[in-house]
């Protein structure tokens, strides 16, 4: 979701250097590059260690940001280039998808006031599972849930995080870079922006023709 479908990691720049000031402190360039596509324990963890404040309970400040982001994501959140068109074509296709994401489920029902609630038939939260991203578990529970075999999936990714998430669960991987460089990856493809992708490209993915 973030950063792939919707350009929100911007709202969680704010949000998150909102909180290091009320700390008393800067977040560092490296601590929220880190950050992107991680679990809500883990990006308070980074954020704490950054900080120099590790004794700081990531409870307390998962929830003083979601209160925030929730705040920011009524008001700023935009598409990513090209993403509605892709979703739109995919959903015009019949082609089952899912929205797998690090966010906790409050914060995607605000989203999907944007995205579309009827634009996925499954929608796998980071606090509905038992691993988050980067263990394979979120995109096979998707997977699962759309009654589809992960080898048959294109999971779409921009961060690290994401896509070693979805390699690992067995999954054809699309990465489109948003806020960090992506690493060339065996069995990943990597575009500049989704508004370079079609329905043809992701069954190439997939090493089959367009049904």
Request: proline share 7%; charged share 20%; net charge negative.
């Amino acid at each position: 979701m973030d950063g792939t479908l919707v350009d929100s990691e911007k709202l969680w720049d704010v949000a998150l250097q909102e909180l290091a000031a009320v700390y008393g402190g800067s977040m560092s360039d490296a601590a929220r590059k880190a950050i992107i596509g991680t679990s809500m324990a883990d990006s308070m963890r980074i954020l704490h260690d950054d900080l120099g404040q590790p004794e700081r309970d990531p409870e307390a400040s998962a929830a003083w940001i979601n209160a925030r982001i929730l705040e920011l994501f009524r008001t700023g959140l935009r598409w990513r280039p090209g993403a509605l068109a892709l979703l739109r074509a995919v959903r015009a296709a019949g082609i089952p998808t899912a929205l797998v994401t690090s966010s906790g489920r409050p914060l995607v029902e605000v989203a999907l006031d944007t995205l579309g609630r009827d634009s996925f038939d499954a929608v796998v939260c980071g606090d509905e599972v038992d691993a988050a991203k980067p263990h394979p578990e979120p995109y096979l529970t998707a997977a699962r849930l759309l009654d589809v075999p992960i080898g048959r999936c294109v999971a779409i990714e921009d961060s690290p995080t994401g896509v070693a998430s979805a390699l690992a669960a067995g999954a054809a991987v699309l990465a489109v870079p948003a806020e960090v460089p992506l690493p060339p990856t065996d069995g990943v493809h990597q575009l500049e922006s989704l508004s370079a992708a079609d329905l043809e490209l992701l069954s190439a993915l997939l090493g089959e023709p367009l049904a």
